[in-house]
C-alpha cells in the first residue's frame, strides 16, 4: 500500500499495488502544468483510492486526457487518460518508501532551454517532434 497527498492534505490517496518505474515528462504541458517536467508513475484505476475526491479539480487539456489538481491548494496529482484502465499519480504527491525508481525520460526533445538532462543512466524515449507531445 503506498500512500500521498496534496500539499495541504485536502487530497489523500492510497494505491493498493506496487508502483511502476516512473517516467519524467518533459513536453511543454507537463512543464506548464507542474513547474517543471513531471514525474508520474501508472497504475490502475481500480487500485488507487482516493479520500477528499470533490477538492480534486480536472481540467481537460485534450479530447483524451485531463489532468487533476487540488482545488484548495494548487498541487497537480493525477494525469488520466480517459479511455484506459491506469492513471498517472505524480512521484512528489508519494510518501516515501516508493520502493521504485525512475524508469525513463519522455519528451526530451521538448524539454525547456533552462536545464540540461544529466547522465542519469535512465533510458530517454528517442527525440520527437514537438508536435507529437501528449496532451
Given amino acids: 500500500m503506498h500512500k500521498g497527498s496534496c500539499l495541504c492534505g485536502a487530497v ?3 494505491v493498493a499495488s506496487e508502483l511502476p518505474g516512473p517516467d519524467a515528462c518533459h513536453c511543454s504541458q507537463c512543464r506548464k502544468s507542474s513547474g517543471h517536467y513531471f514525474s508520474s508513475t501508472d497504475v490502475p484505476k481500480a487500485a488507487v483510492t482516493v479520500e477528499g475526491e470533490d477538492r480534486v479539480t480536472w481540467y481537460q487539456s485534450s479530447e483524451k486526457v485531463r489532468r487533476g489538481f487540488c482545488g484548495a491548494c494548487g498541487s ?43 547522465e542519469d543512466g535512465v533510458p530517454r524515449d528517442p527525440p520527437r517532434p514537438v508536435a507529437s507531445a501528449p496532451s
Fill in 12 to 14: 489523500r490517496f492510497e
Fill in 76 to 118: 497537480p496529482l493525477f494525469w488520466d487518460p480517459i479511455f484506459r484502465d491506469w492513471i498517472g499519480i505524480s512521484m512528489g504527491a508519494f510518501e516515501a518508501p516508493t520502493n521504485t525508481r525512475l524508469a525513463k525520460h519522455i519528451f526530451t526533445a521538448d524539454k525547456g532551454d533552462y536545464y540540461d538532462i544529466g
